[in-house]
C-alpha cells in the first residue's frame, strides 16, 4: 500500500495560481503513473492531468494550457501547477498512484477559487 499525501490546497482568486502537490510514501515513485482528479460534490470524479513514468503528459481539455503536471523522482512528488484559476476549477484534488493495474488514492486536498 502506498501512502499519498495532498498538499497546497486553499482559497485563491480567480486568474490567480495555485500548485498542489502529492508526496509518495514508496521507494518504487518511479515505476508509478502519477495522475489527478478532481471532484465537484454531487459530481463524478474527473481526471485532471497525468504523468508517466518516462514523463509523458494526459490533460483533461480544461487543464489544456492551464495546468501543468510534473513530477520529481528523487524527492517522489507529482505536482500540479494550476494558472489562471476559475471559479469552476473549485473542487476537492485528489492524488492518484498506479503501478501494474494498482491504484493508490490521497485524502485529497480542496481547492476554492472564488470570484
Known amino acids: 500500500q502506498v501512502q499519498l499525501m495532498e498538499s497546497g490546497g486553499g482559497l485563491v482568486q480567480a486568474g490567480r495560481s495555485l500548485t498542489l502537490s502529492c508526496k509518495a510514501f514508496t521507494n518504487m515513485f518511479s515505476r508509478y503513473t502519477m495522475s489527478w482528479y478532481r471532484q465537484v460534490a454531487g459530481s463524478e470524479r474527473e481526471l485532471v492531468a497525468s504523468?508517466?513514468?518516462?514523463?509523458?503528459?494526459n490533460y483533461a481539455d480544461f487543464a489544456v494550457g492551464r495546468f501543468t503536471i510534473s513530477r520529481n523522482n528523487a524527492a517522489n512528488t507529482a505536482d500540479l501547477q494550476m494558472d489562471n484559476l476559475k471559479v469552476e476549477d473549485s473542487a476537492v484534488y485528489t492524488c492518484?498512484?498506479?503501478?501494474?493495474?494498482?491504484?493508490?488514492w490521497g485524502q485529497g486536498t480542496q481547492v476554492t477559487v472564488s470570484s
Open positions: 504523468i508517466t513514468t518516462d514523463e509523458t503528459t
Open positions: 492518484h498512484a498506479n503501478i501494474w493495474g494498482f491504484s493508490h
